[in-house]
């Protein structure tokens, strides 16, 4: 055998082992490509079951949400009302504040004016006794 050809043989060898490579690794990708894709319709699966899951729950609580958006409206009125309240008591007590010394004047005048008259009664009444 010469060389060439012993070299030829070594070549074969060595491309022999390179498709056994080859071979084994196209092997064991293929089975790991498949678990993989096992997993994947697994997952897939899961995912759709949270999204239908998710998709009810949503729905329950814009349903919920639509329930309760009446009452909050109805506090935000309410609290609308109790300022305009608070406001129209503070302008009424700012008016008879302003108004009190007016009135106590008032008063004082129509006290005395009473009293003046009841006076002026009661001496007409003495006047009118006496006069019988």
Do not use: C
């Not at 070594?10 to 690794?25: D, M, P, R, S, T």
């Not at 697994?42 to 009446?70: E, F, H, Q």
């Not at 109790?82 to 106590?104: I, M, P, Q």
């Amino acid at each position: 055998m010469s060389g060439g050809q012993i070299a030829l043989i070594i070549l074969a060898v060595a491309v022999l082992l390179l498709v056994l490579f080859i071979g084994l690794f196209l092997v064991k990708l293929t089975q790991t490509l498949g678990v993989l894709t096992k997993d994947v319709d697994v997952i897939a699966r899961g995912a759709n079951d949270i999204l239908a899951n998710v998709d009810t729950l949503l729905s329950d609580v814009n349903g919920k949400v639509a329930t309760i958006d009446p009452a909050f409206q109805a506090i935000a009125d309410l609290g609308t009302s109790v300022s305009d309240l608070n406001a129209a008591t503070s302008n009424l007590t700012s008016k008879v504040k302003g108004s009190a010394s007016l009135n106590t004047t008032k008063v004082a005048s129509a006290v005395f004016a009473a009293n003046t008259a009841r006076k002026n009664h009661k001496k007409n009444r003495k006047a009118n006794k006496t006069a019988e």
